[in-house]
């Protein structure tokens, strides 16, 4: 039996969360828009930037504010960056907004990068309505305000909205050729749906086009080691060169997360588990909220048995996302290897409740009643229910047809199996072959314990 079948979550193929994962990145709006700024200067008319770097695309220097403004504005900035520093709660992103917002209405006609700003603290604590109102806000100020339009791009992404994100991904490097965030999204949903050689070529292009406005910009180098990282698919040599990326962002900022789940993707490529493990690891100590670190150190823990660490990184997914499926099927993976096989259940039946379409938790609690209850007919009953539920939802061929061989394979004759040379069954009964066979030996035996009656 594979171990745990795991294998279920994804389907026959051999593949990690990070292979999931990787592929519906976006790229996050990140404290570089008030604190640290690009390595580009702007020209000296700019110097007195209300960022405080001179990288910014503002219509805004602070010669335009008010004392009252100006004021209000760096406390509102001092809030951003202590909570950034600190960690964000409901609390601090509610009065982090109000801050910017009352800068924002100390000026006579508003102050779109207050605005924006105020709509960035709401969406550090998941609030995307208001966040996404206060970014309209700022776009009607200011209809070129590129990291405006971004977040909203960001927001259909997430939502599932593709065809929208790239309309706005796309108008916001004609509204402003300097939109090194427009450029970088735009090119994780181009190598997102690229198949071609030409379509990932566009999408290194624009990456590169970002990184000419700003080399610093961490999110660019990501997305190009995710994308040598697809091309690699095909020539096994690019894996080197996705690693010099990750080295190059390492030197740049070396507290990056993001950059080191993505090096533990490059590293498992190169059947190097043990980096692989230990760069999922440093990037869930890094961000303690990054879910996609902790499910891809779950499932490479798991991999080898390691238990305890599977079932701390499931745990910690399953609370960031509670809607998780794949976070709770994990968890039940882990669990039935600790042998907590009440609590696995219920981890898979958690699943089952976020998604009854999905046959991956009903597999599981298939082979959680026929090879880890009590052997009894109860129990090989409910697998077998489970099962046949499983069949029923996952149908034949796809990404699931190697399990669904696996439970419905029928031999003519399992009790004396013909053998090959060497030793090998011509044919290995099937789950559900060896549950009713199982059945029939207990009712039997039953029958025969209450005196044949």
Known sequence: MKQGLFLAVFGSEKRSFAALFARTAVVTLCLVTVACGGSDKKESAKKDSIWGSGDE?????????????????????????QYEKEGWSDSACSSTSSAFEDASSSRKGGFAEALFMAGLSKERCGDSDDAKDFYEKTLSLNPKFCKARVGIGVMQMREGKRSDALVTFSNAIKDDARCTEGY???????????????????????LRRGL????????????????????????KKLL??????????QQINDKYAPIYNTWGQINLAQDKIIEAAAKFRYATE????????YMNFGEITLSYRGYDDAKAAFEKAALLRSNSYDAHLGLGAALRGLKQFDAAEKSYKQAQELDSRRPESYFNLG???????????????????????????????????ESVDEVRRRCQTSSSRRKRKGGKSECQPGRLQNIEQALAGLREAAKMQSGGN
């Open 57 to 81: 695309s503002t219509d805004t220097a602070l010669s335009d504010l008010s004392a009252e403004t100006q004021r209000k504005w760096k406390h509102a900035k001092e809030l951003f960056i």
């Open 184 to 206: 970088v999204n735009l090119a994780t949903l181009q190598r997102d749906s690229a198949r071609t050689s030409e379509q990932y070529k566009e999408a290194l292009d624009n």
């Open 212 to 235: 000419a406005i700003d080399a610093n910009y961490l999110p660019a180098f990501n997305q190009m080691a995710l994308l040598y990282l697809d091309l690699a698919k095909k020539d």
């Open 240 to 249: 080197d060169l996705a690693e010099v990326v990750c080295r190059q962002a």
């Open 286 to 293: 890094l961000d303690p909220k990054f879910f996609e670190a």
């Open 367 to 401: 082979v959680l009643y026929q090879n880890y209850k009590g052997g009894s007919i109860d129990d090989f009953s409910k697998a077998k229910d489970y099962f046949e539920e499983f069949l029923d939802k996952a149908k034949s061929g796809g990404q699931f047809a």
